[in-house]
């Protein structure tokens, strides 16, 4: 690549989903494919063709279009891997799919979880997403789900939580010696301003986004656990997709363990096949290297 080239295009100012600037890196974008289990073919591909496509103003729904439509070519495992963000959108239009989903991914992680219940606190009774317990720790969690990138959870949102933890704290979620509420979580599908950061550090809220904390985020979670939503599936339509939720299908999983989930779509033999086989495929890689 010529260095007038280099210069142009790392200098380049591209637009985020919340609407704020910034340079475009491309180590952000190796980044990415990376995690998204891409071989060292495929990303070299996928950022060359970026870079011919790149222009000023340029959106990261853009850019993550032009990487998902090459990955497609080559993996659709690796593409549907690579698109598990914005699936976690289609976990919607409520947060109870969201909450359903994290139920499951906690316990995968070896805790005892219930969603939806109430709990009396010392001053009001609330309505809690999540309660989880194991041999040793509890704690509850505020599901924040948002259908669409760019809105983030906010200092309020922080503040409020910590209050709803000082009035629970006297509360218990199961009946052994440690199932008092150890901790209170915020979880969301997008990310915490700086702000809400800064006072969940102070406060000792423990926020899951997708990104946040560095290691063992959202992202670092799903991955590890093999739990993919179902709406990642790209061989599903969002009607199909909407019909499975409906039924509770929430991951991939769980048409791999019952395929006879499926029949409700009255899908042709070759195409149940098909999907089954992406399903399957998404956790064929090896992300512990």
Not at 2 to 16: A, D, E, G, L, Q
Not at 122 to 140: G, L, M, N, R
Not at 239 to 255: A, F, H, N, P, Y
Not at 282 to 288: H, I, N, P, V, W
């Amino acid at each position: 690549m010529p260095r007038w080239w280099y210069y142009y295009w790392v200098s380049i100012t591209i637009v985020k989903a919340d609407g704020s600037s910034e340079y475009f890196k491309v180590e952000k974008l190796r980044r990415s494919l990376r995690r998204a289990g891409a071989s060292t073919d495929e990303i070299s591909t996928v950022i060359t063709d970026v870079e011919a496509h790149l222009h000023e103003r340029m959106t990261t729904q853009e850019i993550y279009r032009y990487a998902f439509e090459q990955l497609r070519h080559y993996a659709a495992s690796t593409a549907a891997r690579y698109s598990l963000r914005r699936a976690l959108f289609g976990l919607g239009p409520t947060g109870f799919p969201f909450e359903a989903f994290l139920a499951r991914l906690f316990t995968a992680e070896g805790y005892e979880v219930r969603t939806g219940i109430t709990l009396s606190g010392k001053c009001a009774d609330h309505e809690i997403d999540v309660a989880a317990f194991d041999a040793t720790s509890s704690f509850i969690a505020e599901a924040k789900f948002h259908s669409r990138p760019g809105i983030k959870s906010d200092l309020q949102v922080a503040m409020y939580s910590y209050a709803r933890f000082l009035d629970l704290q006297q509360q218990r979620i199961c009946t052994e010696d440690h199932c008092g509420i150890n901790s209170f979580w915020i979880i969301t599908n997008t990310k915490f301003t700086s702000s809400a950061e800064r006072y969940a550090l102070c406060s000792g809220l423990q926020l899951l986004s997708w990104d946040y904390p560095k290691r063992n985020n959202l992202h670092d979670r799903i991955q590890r656990s093999g739990l993919y939503p179902i709406t990642v599936l790209r061989s599903l339509t969002t009607k199909q997709t909407s019909m499975l939720i409906e039924r509770g299908v929430i991951v991939c999983q769980d048409i791999i363990d019952r395929p006879s989930l499926l029949r409700h779509l009255h899908l042709s033999t070759k195409k149940t096949e098909s999907l089954l086989a992406e399903a399957n495929a998404l956790r064929q890689t090896d992300f512990s290297k």
